[in-house]
């Protein structure tokens, strides 16, 4: 990205932003992300029911563009002249796992934003989204170093398509390869909503970096064999002291990484870091449907009238972590020290 980072111009076709603002017609379009690879298909939103539902269903995903649609949802209710504590409810009650979410929510209900009525909402819900990307451009910058040439490992979809645009760990990545990096990465596919499988994939490959495909249990092998030199991933929700939720699948990746000695770095924004939440064991996981487990893309996988779980995120804890990548800075261990540092600097702390 050549252009000042905070200067962020949200229809920059590089950023590959999956939501966008109709600002005329107030009309919210979300890249529909259960299309994603087959179909490039844009969805309309014209209230808040349709957000949430949305959310809930994973048309739009990703901790950061989960509450950046929360807020445009919120504006939505507001023009709509809907109450807007029922509002917030019904959007709040969609996805317990990602912060942002609630992060979102308790912005836009800020009495100066409310008090300004729809078009202060309106507006707040914009600056979320740009400061979203703007911080996914800080984080690249701060990463792009951190990442040894090599081959990088990544987990589920913390790109683009997680956030208001340009990515976090995926970010560090495409800020990493603009910088020179010699970087190939491999995606986990990530059982059972496949979104390194779907996303990661897609969205490396249209920015023409060097993705591989591979399938979570894939993992190990590779790191054993040499093969992977890093591993980035996004987060959900950071506790105070670093115990870092993300799709389930991370805490087993961050073990295998310790046991080969490979780095295991966390990239999120500040609005990812939840300094209410002191550690892991506080953190609520959403329990999914187990249909999205016993089928696959539609498709019966398993014997009928056997059970499945579906927890769809994992912590994993701050031990394992050799580094949180945000736009404030990059922390390091001990967390519990380091992390509510970066909410007082706006500089570099390595
Ligand atoms: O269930 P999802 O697809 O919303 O889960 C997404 C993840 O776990 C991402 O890694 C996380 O939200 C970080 S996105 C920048």
Redo the contacts with the bound molecule.
């Keep these: 990205m050549s252009q000042p980072i905070d200067d962020v111009d949200l229809a920059d076709p590089r950023l590959l932003s999956p939501l966008r603002w109709d600002g005329e017609k107030k009309e919210l379009w979300l890249l529909d992300q259960l299309a994603l690879p087959a179909m490039e298909r844009w969805l309309p939103y014209r209230d808040h029911q349709g957000v949430a539902t949305a959310i809930r269903e994973?048309v739009v995903?990703?901790?950061?563009a989960?509450g950046i649609a929360a807020a445009y949802g919120l504006a939505l209710a507001a023009f709509r002249g809907a109450p807007l504590d029922e509002a917030a409810a019904l959007l709040g009650a969609t996805r317990p796992t990602?912060v942002n979410l609630f992060w979102a929510l308790a912005r836009m209900r800020q009495h100066k934003v409310v008090d300004g009525g729809a078009a202060a909402l309106e507006k707040e819900a914009i600056a979320i989204h740009r400061e979203d990307v703007a911080a996914c451009l800080r984080i690249g910058a701060h990463g792009a170093k951190l990442l040894p040439e090599g081959t990088v490992l990544t987990h589920?979809?913390?790109g683009a398509l997680?956030?208001g645009g340009y990515?976090?760990a995926l970010g560090v990545i495409r800020a990493a390869v603009a910088l020179g990096t010699r970087l190939r990465v491999f995606a986990d596919e990530t059982r059972p909503?496949l979104?390194g499988a779907r996303l990661t994939t897609w969205e490396l490959h249209k920015s023409g970096i060097d993705v591989t495909l591979i399938t979570d249990n894939m993992a190990g092998h590779l790191m054993s064999r040499g093969e992977v030199q890093s591993v980035i991933?996004?987060?959900?929700r950071i506790a105070r002291n670093g115990d870092t939720a993300?799709?389930i699948g991370t805490y087993s990746v961050a073990v295998l990484a310790r046991e080969h000695g490979v780095p295991f770095f966390v990239a999120a924004p500040l609005s990812t870091l939840d300094m209410k939440t002191e550690t892991g064991r506080d953190i609520p996981i959403e329990e999914r449907n187990a249909a999205e487990v016993l089928t696959l893309q539609g498709v019966r996988i398993a014997p009928l009238g056997i059970a499945a779980r579906h927890p769809?995120?994992d912590v994993t804890p701050a031990r394992l972590i050799a580094a949180i990548i945000t736009e404030a800075g990059v922390a390091r261990p001990p967390y519990p020290q380091s992390l509510p540092g970066l909410f007082s600097t706006t500089t570099a702390l390595y």
């Design positions: 994973m995903r990703g901790a950061p989960i990602a589920c979809n913390a997680a956030t990515g976090t909503y979104q991933v996004g987060a959900d993300n799709k769809a995120f």
